[in-house]
């Protein structure tokens, strides 16, 4: 399959990276929103939060993003944010949470 993350996560294209372990691993995005923008992933290939159905990967990966900005020291806070499918915004056919801190990020959501 010719998927980017797969290869970031198979060390056959070059990454940034801050965190990882047997199943996940986060790495700096390369068009930060943010002071800190890191990517976690699973190293197993899943398409987006829509085709996750593995408890124990859910739980890992948002333990993962817990450390991620415990570790970029977001102490006064952060956002996680998971675009997913077409509607979503998602570009990278491969599930990413971003890890966004650093700076006031304001309201998201409408209303
Ligand atoms: P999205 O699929 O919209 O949630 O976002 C995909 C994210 O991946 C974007 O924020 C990109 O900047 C980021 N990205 C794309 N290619 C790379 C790469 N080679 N290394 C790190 N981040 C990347
Ligand atoms: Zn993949």
Redesign the pocket.
């Known amino acids: 399959m010719d998927c980017?993350?797969c290869k970031?996560a198979n060390d056959e294209?070059p990454?940034?990276k801050v965190w990882e372990n047997e199943t996940c691993l986060a790495?700096?995005?390369?068009?930060?929103?943010a002071p800190s923008?890191v990517?976690v992933i699973p190293r197993l290939h899943v398409d987006s939060l829509w085709e996750l159905e593995d408890v124990a990967l859910a739980g890992a990966l948002l333990d993962g993003a817990a450390r991620v900005a415990r570790a970029e020291g977001l102490e006064a806070g952060w956002r996680l944010?998971?675009?997913t499918r077409e509607h979503?915004?998602?570009?990278?056919?491969h599930l990413?949470l971003?890890v966004v801190g650093g700076k006031p990020l304001g309201r998201m959501l409408p209303g």
Do not use: K, S, T, Y
């Open positions: 980017l993350f970031i294209i990454a940034d790495f700096r995005d390369i068009r930060p929103q923008h990517l944010i998971a675009n979503g915004g998602q570009e990278v056919a990413h971003h």
